[in-house]
């Protein structure tokens, strides 16, 4: 059974630092592995979609990177802001369709 | 412009009730799912409908019956209401073909009193 570990928990940095977070998963047969954004009260939004066959994507401050060996996926967000604080979700996708999420790391950045 | 649309937003109820909650996509998606977060905020897949028709169906109490009238729209509806339904239930929608991102609703909370 998949299982999906995120780590820390919780993140406090002062503004202008970079993020680390950390996904890590225990059957590497994944379809896929997303990254979403959670804001308090709110849904989830879509931040980066790796597929199986690749390596990394980004999207401006936003880089993910995927060892699907090793069951692990790091999010990288370059230059932290205020307004990047929330809850940072990993899920991976296996070939039937279903979706196993983490719990999440909640991320506050200070001004 | 609302993608993924859910109501209600808020939901408060007795323990013993049927409640249902309502989800609508205007993106043109095949695929539609609800999920519960719970206290924890671990999020669990529930259902999964392709075009109206069930393809996931997780072990969930059959006090939970999902209905898709057409692929616009994924409704949940819950009967007889236990303190332990109380969550966040959040609905989704994708493309068809797996490598498309899930668009999510802003979710209704549900609590069981």
């Known amino acids: 059974k998949q299982e999906v570990t995120q780590i820390p928990a919780a993140l406090s940095v002062p503004e202008g630092e970079n993020l680390v977070l950390n996904c890590s998963f225990t059957?590497?047969?994944?379809?896929?592995l997303q990254w979403f954004r959670q804001d308090p009260g709110k849904g989830l939004t879509s931040l980066l979609l790796?597929?199986?066959?690749?390596r990394e994507q980004t999207s401006g401050r936003l880089n993910a990177s995927l060892d699907k060996s090793s069951g692990r996926s790091t999010l990288y967000i370059a230059a932290s802001q205020p307004g990047d604080s929330a809850t940072y979700l990993c899920a991976v996708k296996d070939s039937w369709g279903k979706l196993q999420f983490g719990a999440g790391t909640q991320v506050v950045v200070t001004p | 412009d609302t993608a993924v649309s859910q109501t209600p937003k808020y939901l408060v109820t007795q323990m013993g009730n049927d409640k249902s909650i309502k989800c609508e996509q205007n993106?043109?998606?095949?695929?539609m799912y609800w999920y519960k977060q719970d206290s924890k905020k671990f999020l669990k897949i529930m259902f999964s409908y392709n075009n109206k028709e069930l393809i996931i169906n997780e072990t969930v109490p059959n006090r939970f019956s999902p209905k898709s009238p057409d692929k616009a729209h994924l409704n949940l509806h819950i009967n007889s209401l236990e303190l332990g339904d109380s969550a966040v239930y959040f609905c989704a929608s994708s493309p068809l073909g797996g490598n498309s991102p899930l668009h999510f609703g802003n979710g209704t909370r549900l609590t069981v009193t």
């Open positions: 790796i597929q199986s066959s690749q």
């Open positions: 059957d590497s047969a994944i379809y896929n």
């Open positions: 993106l043109g998606h095949d695929t």
